[in-house]
Nanobody, 124 residues
Framework: QVQLRESGGGSVLPGGSLRLSCTYRANPNSRYTNYCLAWFRQAPGKEREGVSALEGDGRTTYADGVKGRFTISKDRTTVYLAMDNLKPEDTATYYC?????????????????WGQGTQVTVSS
Protein backbone atom coordinates (compact mmCIF):
# COMPACT_ATOMS: atom_id res chain seq x y z
CA GLN A 1 0.00 0.00 0.00
CA VAL A 2 1.15 3.55 -0.79
CA GLN A 3 0.04 6.69 1.02
CA LEU A 4 -0.06 9.90 -1.01
CA ARG A 5 -0.77 13.51 -0.07
CA GLU A 6 -0.70 16.46 -2.46
CA SER A 7 -0.08 20.13 -1.75
CA GLY A 8 0.81 23.28 -3.67
CA GLY A 9 -2.32 24.04 -5.65
CA GLY A 10 -3.71 27.55 -5.98
CA SER A 11 -4.86 30.29 -8.33
CA VAL A 12 -2.54 31.92 -10.86
CA LEU A 13 -2.72 34.20 -13.86
CA PRO A 14 -2.20 32.77 -17.35
CA GLY A 15 1.53 32.45 -17.96
CA GLY A 16 2.21 31.90 -14.28
CA SER A 17 3.87 28.97 -12.51
CA LEU A 18 3.06 26.56 -9.71
CA ARG A 19 4.82 23.58 -8.19
CA LEU A 20 2.76 20.71 -6.84
CA SER A 21 4.19 18.35 -4.25
CA CYS A 22 3.09 14.87 -3.25
CA THR A 23 4.58 13.05 -0.32
CA TYR A 24 4.55 9.30 -0.76
CA ARG A 25 5.17 6.44 1.56
CA ALA A 26 5.12 2.79 0.58
CA ASN A 27 4.42 -0.03 2.99
CA PRO A 28 7.91 -1.26 4.00
CA ASN A 29 6.57 -4.81 4.08
CA SER A 30 5.32 -4.64 0.47
CA ARG A 31 6.67 -7.26 -1.90
CA TYR A 32 7.04 -4.55 -4.56
CA THR A 33 10.27 -2.57 -4.81
CA ASN A 34 9.42 -0.53 -7.90
CA TYR A 35 6.52 1.92 -8.19
CA CYS A 36 5.31 4.28 -10.85
CA LEU A 37 4.56 7.81 -9.59
CA ALA A 38 2.26 9.97 -11.70
CA TRP A 39 0.13 13.08 -11.85
CA PHE A 40 -3.40 13.13 -13.22
CA ARG A 41 -5.96 15.89 -13.48
CA GLN A 42 -9.69 16.17 -13.80
CA ALA A 43 -11.56 19.25 -14.95
CA PRO A 44 -15.28 19.72 -14.23
CA GLY A 45 -17.38 17.60 -16.58
CA LYS A 46 -14.35 15.82 -18.02
CA GLU A 47 -12.70 12.47 -17.50
CA ARG A 48 -9.57 12.12 -15.42
CA GLU A 49 -6.47 12.21 -17.62
CA GLY A 50 -2.79 11.49 -17.21
CA VAL A 51 -0.47 14.49 -17.10
CA SER A 52 2.96 13.09 -16.35
CA ALA A 53 4.52 9.90 -15.01
CA LEU A 54 7.86 8.82 -13.61
CA GLU A 55 8.97 5.22 -13.98
CA GLY A 56 11.08 3.52 -11.34
CA ASP A 57 14.08 3.61 -13.71
CA GLY A 58 13.76 7.39 -14.10
CA ARG A 59 12.04 7.55 -17.48
CA THR A 60 9.38 10.25 -17.76
CA THR A 61 6.19 10.60 -19.78
CA TYR A 62 4.18 13.73 -20.50
CA ALA A 63 0.79 14.33 -22.06
CA ASP A 64 1.08 16.19 -25.36
CA GLY A 65 -0.60 19.30 -24.03
CA VAL A 66 1.93 19.85 -21.25
CA LYS A 67 5.21 18.89 -22.93
CA GLY A 68 7.75 21.64 -22.57
CA ARG A 69 5.77 23.34 -19.80
CA PHE A 70 5.53 20.73 -17.01
CA THR A 71 8.37 18.83 -15.34
CA ILE A 72 8.02 15.81 -13.07
CA SER A 73 10.73 14.95 -10.56
CA LYS A 74 11.15 13.27 -7.21
CA ASP A 75 13.34 12.87 -4.21
CA ARG A 76 13.30 10.21 -1.53
CA THR A 77 9.92 11.18 -0.09
CA THR A 78 8.21 13.57 -2.51
CA VAL A 79 7.20 13.68 -6.16
CA TYR A 80 6.91 17.13 -7.73
CA LEU A 81 5.16 18.63 -10.73
CA ALA A 82 6.61 21.97 -11.79
CA MET A 83 4.15 23.79 -14.04
CA ASP A 84 5.23 26.80 -16.09
CA ASN A 85 3.42 28.96 -18.64
CA LEU A 86 0.09 27.85 -17.24
CA LYS A 87 -2.99 28.18 -19.42
CA PRO A 88 -6.69 28.42 -18.52
CA GLU A 89 -7.16 24.90 -19.91
CA ASP A 90 -4.81 23.60 -17.20
CA THR A 91 -7.48 24.41 -14.62
CA ALA A 92 -8.40 21.17 -12.86
CA THR A 93 -8.06 19.14 -9.70
CA TYR A 94 -4.65 17.50 -9.81
CA TYR A 95 -4.11 14.06 -8.30
CA CYS A 96 -0.97 12.20 -7.38
CA UNK A 97 -1.17 8.46 -8.03
CA UNK A 98 0.95 5.36 -7.82
CA UNK A 99 0.94 1.74 -8.90
CA UNK A 100 3.41 -1.12 -8.53
CA UNK A 101 5.65 -1.72 -11.52
CA UNK A 102 5.36 0.29 -14.72
CA UNK A 103 3.26 3.34 -15.55
CA UNK A 104 0.96 1.69 -18.11
CA UNK A 105 0.87 4.80 -20.35
CA UNK A 106 -0.97 6.58 -17.55
CA UNK A 107 -4.10 4.49 -17.90
CA UNK A 108 -6.31 5.59 -15.00
CA UNK A 109 -7.69 2.14 -14.24
CA UNK A 110 -4.19 0.73 -13.73
CA UNK A 111 -3.40 2.97 -10.78
CA UNK A 112 -4.14 1.57 -7.34
CA UNK A 113 -3.31 4.43 -5.02
CA TRP A 114 -4.52 8.04 -5.14
CA GLY A 115 -4.12 11.24 -3.18
CA GLN A 116 -7.00 13.47 -2.25
CA GLY A 117 -6.35 16.05 -4.98
CA THR A 118 -5.36 19.70 -5.06
CA GLN A 119 -7.07 22.45 -7.05
CA VAL A 120 -5.25 24.46 -9.70
CA THR A 121 -7.07 27.44 -11.21
CA VAL A 122 -5.61 29.49 -14.06
CA SER A 123 -7.63 32.59 -14.77
CA SER A 124 -7.27 36.28 -15.49
Amino acid sequence: QVQLRESGGGSVLPGGSLRLSCTYRANPNSRYTNYCLAWFRQAPGKEREGVSALEGDGRTTYADGVKGRFTISKDRTTVYLAMDNLKPEDTATYYCASTPGWCWDMEVAKFDYWGQGTQVTVSS
